[in-house]
Every structure is written in C-alpha cells, then in structure tokens.
C-alpha cells in the first residue's frame, strides 16, 4: 500500500463524500458561513446517502474493475445496461439522462444507441451541456493511469452517452486529466489537460478557469450547466485556503479536503454534484486517508455499498482486474489474540485481529486499524476503517489519521458507545492510538499514556514515525 493507493482510494471516496454531504441542500440558495453544512440528510436522502453522482460513477466504475477498456463498445454497452437498470428504482435520475437512456431501451439497449438518441437530443435542441456527465467521470481517470492518451479518448466517449455536447466532454477531459496528474504526483493542476483541447476552445477555458480562481462558488449560479458546475468545483477548491500543518492545535493541510468540499456545497444550487465532483479532485490529491472518519461511518447507496466498498472497487480498477494481491494470511498467526479493556476507559477495547472471530457481546463499533478480510467483518457491529500501514514513510497525512481516529473514537464514547480498536497483533498501531486517546482523555503527556497502554499489551512498541506523530499532535504541556 503506497501513498498513491491512497490517493487512487480517495477519488470515489471523496465522490461520495461531497455528493452525500451536498445532497440535503439541493436546489437551494448559497450558504452563508452562519449556517452549518453537515451530513445530515433530508430531500429524501438518508445521513450519507449519496445520489445519482456517485450512483452512475459506480456504474463506470464496475466495469472498469473488471479490467476492461472503457474504450471498447462492450465495455460501454455494459454501462448503458446498468445505468439503464438503475433508474427503474433510483430516487433521482437527471431529466437529460433519463430521457437518452429511456429512449436507447426502446431502441434495443447498447451505448450505439445510447449515443444515437445523446446525439439525436443534441441536435433537436442544442442543448446537452448539463453536469451530468462530468458528475460521473471520476472512475475514467483511474482507469487509465499509465495511459493519459486513453483517458482523453475514454473520459469524451463515456460523456457523449448522454451528453452530446463538446462543453460536456472538454469538462470530463479536463477534470479527468487533473485527477490522474493528482493521483500520480499529490498535486492540484488543473490545466494539465488543456492540451487535449481543441486549439480553438483552449483559450475559452483557460479564462473559464481564471475566472473560477479569482471568483467565489456561489458567483458561478448557474452551475446545473457543466461549464458552471466545473467553475464552481475548483472555486472551491482553489479559493478555499490551504491550512498550515500545526499538528499541536488540531490543524493540518489534509483539513482542506473537508473544508473545499463545505465551500462547494456553500455554493448553492446543484450543491451535490458540485461537491462530487469537487471531491473526486480532492480525493485523488489527499487520499482516502483524508474522508473524515465521520463522514466515513456514514457513507452508503446504491447499489447497497458502503466506504469499504467504493474503496475496494477503486483498488480493484487501478489494479486492471486482477485479484487483490493481499494475504490475509496474518489471521493465522496464534499469537494474534491480545484483548484488554484500555487502562483509561473500561468502554474501549484494545485488540488484535482475532478479536474480530470473538467479539465481545457488547462491543458497538469495531476500528480496524489494518485491513479486514470479508471473511472477518464483525456480523453484530459496525465496522470503521482506518488507513493506517505499520511502515515508516508509507503513510499519507499521519498525523490527520492518529487525531481524526482518535476524535471519532471520542464522539462514539459521547454516543456511548463500546469501541474496540485493533490491528494485527497490537503491537504497533493499536498502542498508537490508544496512547493517543488515553493521553487526551486524561490530559497526560503520551509516553505515560503509551507506558500506561503497554502494561495490558505487553507486546506494545510503536515504531519510531508513530512515536514522533504521537508527539507532534499531543506535545508534553510540560516541555
């Protein structure tokens, strides 16, 4: 797992995110910085329901998880096919889109006439430049990492399904190249694929663009127009200052993936999809490390996925099809099997894996601190998971994953509920944390925190980047 996993991970993550998050203000007039933008449902969308944004990007998505070529009239038939099944039962389906797919289903159903009746609605009202296919787009770039020529070919065709017009895929190519330059590298450059657009519209964009960087979200109103909503989403993203790492006050750079995606929302209007496709970008520049645990925990739609399932399908596109090389084997070691209340809290379980084959009958919420095989999933408890890898420099914002845990951990005590957090054998990622929340909950400096966890896990030893994070977000009031 290396920090661009991470990054890949993140793209449908952050969809997801921003599209959940915008969803109970759809439709409605920008947000002023008094009133609050949360995940808290409402429209007929469920706390972390994501809508048709991220539903048809899943779509895309499982099929370039199957390694094939989104290029390839097959692999766009299978498209149009789930699409075209999803919006029997889905809650919301854009006008344009369900008319396109509805008239390729009396057609005979395949992306031929899919694209014929797209073309056909172009041509009877020059107007098919709705965000309904750059909503959708993110999983084209992660299709085609190693391959930026392809991208470009795939992200225009995938667009010209439902929407016909050159506005409609000069916005997939762009947003598509800034993600896979973003997943690549860790960087935010949005005219990365410019290049790819025709000589005569570059220059239109190119001072579209400058005007989303010299203007707020909300000025871009009209953002159910694809050129608007891609406006609005780098507004956001690039107006929405940066934070400085200060580990010490809580404040960290990866907060900007939180803080772009409220600013999107703010921007009113088609607030859901503004947001998804800003986080697609945010996602693929931060990482999956950055999705605040409790977005995470309330993240679900169809087609009956969770967090945990938009990022194994994420992986499973960027690795063309082929099985997940993991072992899973650790759950065999027999030393595995630690489990001890924390020495702070009787309501917090510190485990290693094992654990999960056994939980504890009043446990409410399992965080696992390394990854879970499907075998392994707590039947009785909901189960949060961490990006967190017990190797030194393989970690992407640590200091945001130890404090955001530990934060979540607090409010599900808060709730009142019973927390078990594990790992593999406890040794170094458990004690981590549970060090880290001993220290705050007591208000003690973190060696006697982690002095105090290491005498119910005897085994504890974090390594040495732990140690050094556990100091950088938790110093010694003393010192």
């Known amino acids: 797992m290396t920090a661009r996993d991470d990054r890949a991970e993140g793209v449908l993550l952050a969809t997801a995110a921003g599209d959940a998050l915008g969803a109970p203000y759809e439709f409605q007039l920008a947000r002023g910085p008094e009133l609050e933008v949360a995940m808290i449902g409402g429209g007929g969308w469920e706390p972390g329901e994501w809508t048709d944004d991220t539903s048809m990007a899943i779509a895309i998505a499982e099929v370039a998880a199957t390694g094939a070529d989104l290029r390839d009239e097959a692999a766009q038939d299978a498209i149009v096919r ?68 392809a991208l470009v070919e795939a992200a225009r065709m995938i667009s010209e399904l439902t929407h016909f017009d050159w506005e409609a895929g000069d916005a997939c190519v762009l947003w598509c190249a800034a993600i896979r330059h973003a997943v690549l590298t860790g960087e935010r450059e949005i005219r990365i694929g410019l290049r790819h657009i025709e000589s005569s519209r570059r220059d239109v964009w190119s001072k ?122 650790y759950h065999n070691i027999p030393d595995s099997y630690p489990l001890t209340r924390h020495p702070h809290d009787d309501g917090v379980w510190l485990a290693g894996v094992r654990a999960l084959r056994s939980l504890p009958q009043d446990v409410d919420v399992v965080v696992s601190l390394c990854r879970v095989g499907d075998q ?52 170094s990622r458990t004690p981590t944390v549970g060090a880290l929340y001993g220290a705050r909950r007591r208000g003690i400096n973190v060696d006697d925190a982690l002095r105090d966890v290491a005498a119910v896990l005897p085994n504890a030893w974090p390594n040495p980047e732990f140690r050094d994070a556990l100091q950088r977000v938790h110093p010694d009031a003393r010192s």
Request: charged residues 25%; glycine residues 8%; proline residues 4%.
């Open 82 to 149: 789930r699409w075209h099944g999803w919006i029997r039962d889905a809650k919301d389906v854009g006008i344009q889109t369900r008319s396109v797919l509805t008239a390729a289903g009396r057609a005979g159903l395949s992306a031929a006439h899919a694209r014929d009746e797209s073309a056909k609605l172009h041509q009877r009202t020059g107007r098919t430049a709705g965000n309904g296919s750059l909503m959708r787009t993110a999983p084209v770039a992660l299709a085609y990492l190693n391959d930026e020529d």
């Open 208 to 329: 579209r663009l400058d005007a989303a960087e010299s203007s707020r979200p909300a000025d871009f109103a009209n953002n159910g127009w694809v050129v608007a909503a891609l406006q609005a989403a780098w507004s956001a993203i690039a107006t929405t200052p940066v934070p400085v790492d200060d580990p010490a006050s809580g404040v960290l750079r990866a907060d900007h993936l939180r803080l772009a995606l409220d600013a999107a929302v703010r921007a009113g209007d088609d607030t859901d999809t503004v947001a998804a496709i800003a986080g697609g970008l945010l996602g693929a520049t931060y990482g999956a490390s950055a999705v605040p645990a409790e977005w995470r925990r309330e993240l679900h739609g169809w087609p009956d996925l969770r967090a945990r399932g938009l990022v194994n399908l994420a992986s499973a596109i960027t690795r063309g099809g082929k099985p997940d090389p993991f072992d899973f084997g």
């Open 376 to 427: 392994d999933l707590p039947a009785d408890a909901e189960l949060v998971e961490v990006r967190l890898i017990d190797q030194v420099g393989e970690n992407n914002n640590l200091d945001f994953v130890l404090l955001d845990t530990v934060r979540a951990v607090e409010q599900m005590r808060r709730n009142g509920k019973i927390v078990l957090i594990h790992c593999v054998q406890a040794v």
